[in-house]
């Protein structure tokens, strides 16, 4: 088992570029999740998906976007991409009964100049 | 929304002496607290949970303990070794969908 990979593992934007971060799980997760750690700040929750077609904001959803077309796939857009938007991406998934584990990917360090 | 909070921020403690970090949440229907292990540059691992029908749970070295009333949950790691050395979160969550994240503990184990 794979669980859940990210791509790409590094990334360097220049302001006001645009690009997806791709996560994908093979676990059959309903529950994925895109978080941002800076740092001394923990995880904050960026966007989850309960289920393929349904997305919804966590707690800091501007400048971001999101789609989940299958259960297996959840990518992360950023539009016109800002210096503060520099930071460590991880995206996790769980299963959806019950509370469980969520398996992390292994991060994509994003650096916006 | 749920808050969680973390302390202390950073923590170093003598190889095989005990390191306790401690939470409190604020939503009382919050029912599955895991503990994540960050090391350096990778992604976080869970390293123990504990849900809300339970006081305490123990792994070898490592135990977690829930209040409820008062709405706290301390990991405490006995005999620390070099390799504790990492970033630990709390964390709490209801039904396993959105997890709330403490801010993290940096621990060092000197040996």
């Known amino acids: 088992n794979a669980g859940v990979t990210q791509t790409p593992k590094f990334r360097i934007l220049k302001i006001g570029q645009s690009m997806t971060l791709q996560c994908t799980q093979d676990m059959n997760h309903n529950y994925m999740y895109w978080y941002r750690q800076d740092p001394g700040m923990g995880l904050k929750l960026i966007y989850y998906s309960v289920g393929a077609g349904i997305t919804d904001k966590g707690e800091v959803p501007n400048g971001y976007n999101v789609s989940r077309s299958t259960t297996e796939d959840f990518p992360l857009r950023l539009e016109l991409a800002a210096p503060s938007q520099t930071s460590v991406y991880f995206c996790?998934?769980?299963?959806?009964?019950?509370?469980?584990?969520?398996?992390f990917g292994q991060g994509t360090r994003l650096t916006v100049v | 929304g749920e808050n969680v909070e973390q302390h202390p921020s950073t923590l170093s403690v003598q190889e095989g002496d005990s390191a306790v970090i401690k939470c409190t949440y604020s939503?009382?229907?919050?029912?599955?607290f895991p503990w994540y292990k960050q090391e350096l540059g990778k992604r976080p691992q869970l390293i123990i949970d504990?849900?809300?029908?339970?006081g305490e749970k123990k792994d070898q070295r490592i135990a977690v303990t829930l209040n409820k009333t008062a709405k706290h949950f301390s990991l405490h790691i006995t005999e620390t070794q070099p390799e504790d050395s990492a970033v630990y979160f709390c964390a709490a969550s209801i039904t396993g969908n959105q997890f709330y994240f403490g801010t993290g503990t940096s621990l060092t184990v000197i040996p």
């Open positions: 939503d009382s229907a919050s029912n599955y």
């Open positions: 504990i849900r809300s029908n339970v």
């Open positions: 996790a998934s769980s299963f959806a009964q019950g509370g469980t584990e969520a398996f």
